[in-house]
Every structure is written in C-alpha cells, then in structure tokens.
C-alpha cells in the first residue's frame, strides 16, 4: 500500500525533518507511529499522504510514484485513495455535520443528493445520527472527531492516516474514535495513526519509532 525508500525532507534553514526513511506497509495494516515532539512524524505523514513531496527518495502510494504524477493526478489520488484525521478535527465551521462530511465528498463525482446520503450513512456508522445537522460548535470534542473520521471515510478510501486524533481527547472520547479506526481497519482499510499515547500504540499490531528524523525501531506484537 505504501512504500517509502530513502526519503529525506529537508526545510529551509537546513532542519533535516527526514533523514532518510525507507517504510513498507502493506494492504490491510494498522499502524502506529511514534516518537517525541519534532522526530519527524507529521512530516512523515504528509510525505506519505503525497501533501508534501520528499526533498530526495522516492514515494509510491498503492503502487503510484508520486514524484510521477502532476498537482492534478496528485490531487486525485489523495481524493479517491486518502483519508485524513487531523489532532485539531479541521471541520467547516458553521456548517453542519451532514454537510461538512458531504463536502469531503465533492471529489467524487456522485450528485449532490447521493453524497449526502452517503455521508448520512457515514455518521451513522460513527454514531451520530441524531446529531446530523449540529454545526461543529454545538458538537462535543469527541464528536467532532467522530464527523472528521466520518469525512474521511466516507468514500471508502483504501488508506486512513491520522495524525494526533486522540490528542485533544479525553481518554474515553478517545478510546471510542479508536474504536473507529479499528472498524475501519477491520473493514480491510490500511490504518496509520500518529500518537503520542503509549497505551493506544501497545494496542496496536505494529509501532514504528521514530527519532531525529529516522525510523529507530519497530515492533509487532
Ligand atoms: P513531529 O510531528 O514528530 O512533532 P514534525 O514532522 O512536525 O515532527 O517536525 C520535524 C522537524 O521539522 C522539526 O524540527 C520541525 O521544527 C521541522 N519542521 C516541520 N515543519 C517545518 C516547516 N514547514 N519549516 C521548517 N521546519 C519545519
Ligand atoms: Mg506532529
């Protein structure tokens, strides 16, 4: 599903943010990343999401190089192929849960009817149906999350990446958007999930370590 080799992403002002990365996740996993602040995660994550190019290395998402695809191709794959849980929910304010999920959507050549029945389903599925036209600022931080990970699921695309969803959470809204990601990953989605929580990464099949840039360690359990 992924596959990064030797990816480096240097910033202006010389912060190497990767140092040379070379990652293999494959159909169907669930993943944890972790690492302290600065390691490199996010970036990490963008580069592997295709919203950042790597500075060197190569990129290939579903067995697409990225550095082959122009803006629009990019464009498309992240909209067909990619979901995304962000720590800060980044919903549309004032604009209702069925819509901002709809929205998420617009990409997908369905009419505007079908993907907002489409995007019922989606916050159904997440337990939200009796909170379909809440704007965010009436919606729990908990169920923020719950609409994001329902926007980002919504068209059923074959790679959720998260970074930091629990991370404004408190633990037991927490635990259920976990509980999302693993339905979804049950569901045969391949599911990586940037957290600084050592108890939800022991949860997980896999965690990848990383530190300064670079993977340091990796366990399956
Ligand atoms: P993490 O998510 O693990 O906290 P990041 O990937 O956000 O780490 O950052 C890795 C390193 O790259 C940090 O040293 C950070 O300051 C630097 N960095 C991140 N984004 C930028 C940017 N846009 N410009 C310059 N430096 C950046
Ligand atoms: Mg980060």
């Keep these: 599903m992924i596959e990064l ?68 191709g990019l464009s498309a794959l992240r909209a067909t192929r990619i979901g995304f849980v962000f720590q800060q929910f980044h919903l ?18 369905l009419r505007a009817s079908q993907r907002r029945k489409r995007a019922a389903a989606a916050l159904e599925r997440v337990g939200l149906e009796h909170r379909m036209d809440h704007e965010p600022h009436e919606l729990s931080g908990g169920e923020r999350q719950r609409v994001a990970v329902a926007r980002a699921a919504a068209g059923e695309p074959p790679l959720l990446l998260a970074d930091e969803p629990t991370g404004a959470l408190d633990t037991a809204s927490g635990a259920g958007v976990m509980q999302l990601f693993r339905d979804l990953h049950a569901d045969g989605t391949t599911v990586v999930i940037i957290t600084h929580d050592r108890d939800i990464a022991a949860s997980l099949p896999r965690q990848v370590q990383m530190r300064d840039g670079r993977i340091v360690a990796e366990v399956r359990s």
């Design 5 to 72: 080799t030797e990816v480096t992403k240097l910033y202006p002002g010389g912060v190497a943010a990767l140092g040379g990365v070379s990652l293999r996740i494959d159909r169907g996993e669930l993943v944890a990343i972790v690492g302290p602040s600065g390691s490199g995660k996010s970036t990490m994550l963008n580069v592997l999401g295709t919203l950042d190019r790597p500075t060197s290395g190569t990129v290939r998402i579903d067995r697409y190089d990225v550095a082959r695809l122009s803006d629009s």
């Design 92 to 109: 549309a304010s004032g604009v209702r849960a069925v819509d901002n999920v709809a929205d998420g959507l617009l990409y997908s050549g």
